[in-house]
């Protein structure tokens, strides 16, 4: 009977050590477990980390171009609209003017009434490329921001690092009216270089300031009041072919 409870001590002994060590080694990790998920996730975020985005916009911003854009407001002897009231001020003068809803223009519906404005010149310009994009892609143009006061500036400024400053020489065009921004985001590699077509010419002539933004997906575009008489230029009669001059065929 001894005897029987010893081998019986045994084989269960010898059977829970067996056990034991088969809990304890590890099999290899399968494709779908969470440790194999978590060292995937490690694995492309360290990849990630060294990847290299080539950006390389053909209407690239820069330190000059925000310098320039401060050169035109001061040239214009224009205002840097403190707050709603100025701004109100300059609407019911109609120095800033709508930008309305059309076929070829939306306005995003969060921008409130009283900033659905701009300066009359670059409502043109607007019009102008929404109208050449609306005939190309039967889309219209996403303004997505016109005119912004200082004080909407500085709020934009504590929640977007990006923003431009309120005051010195980089300070927001926005804030004198001159500026809209133009929304790219579902726009296709051929909408695009039709922005670029249509205002590398402009900005190389200096009727324009343009910048395809990274981290917003807008085109920044400020309009100097030249544009008006360049505007003008392009529908006077052509003398060959007596019609009006087209303007892509001239734009500088």
């Known amino acids: 009977m001894l005897r029987r409870a010893s081998l019986i001590f045994l084989f269960v002994f010898l059977l829970s050590s067996t056990l034991s060590w088969c809990a304890s080694i590890r099999p290899p990790y399968r494709v779908g477990t969470p440790h194999a998920r978590a060292t995937r996730r490690i694995v492309a975020h360290r990849r990630a980390r060294h990847r290299v985005v080539a950006w390389n916009p053909v209407l690239r911003g820069s330190h000059e171009s925000l310098l320039r854009q401060n050169e035109e407001i001061d040239r214009l002897a224009l205002p840097r609209i403190a707050n709603d009231i100025e701004l109100q001020e300059l609407e019911l003068r109609e120095e800033l003017v709508p930008i309305h809803d059309s076929h070829a223009v939306v306005v995003a519906s969060n921008i409130e009434p009283t900033r659905r ?34 004080e909407q500036q500085a709020r934009l400024r504590r929640s977007n690092g990006n923003a431009a400053p309120i005051e010195g020489d980089t300070a927001s065009s926005h804030l004198a009216g001159l500026t809209i921004d133009i929304g790219k985001r579902g726009m296709s590699r051929r909408e695009k270089e039709f922005i670029n077509d249509f205002v590398l010419p402009l900005q190389n002539a200096g009727l324009v300031e343009a ?19 360049w505007q003008e230029q392009q529908r006077l009669p052509d003398p060959l072919n007596a019609g009006p001059v087209s303007a892509k065929s001239t734009a500088p």
């Open 211 to 229: 910048a395809e933004e990274r981290r917003q997906a807008c085109y920044h575009i400020m309009v100097s009041d030249r544009y008006t008489g």
């Open 117 to 150: 404005y701009c300066r009359p010149w670059t409502r043109d310009f607007v019009e102008d490329l929404a109208e050449a994009y609306y005939a190309k892609f039967r889309k219209p143009l996403y303004i997505t921001s016109a005119v912004r006061t200082v």
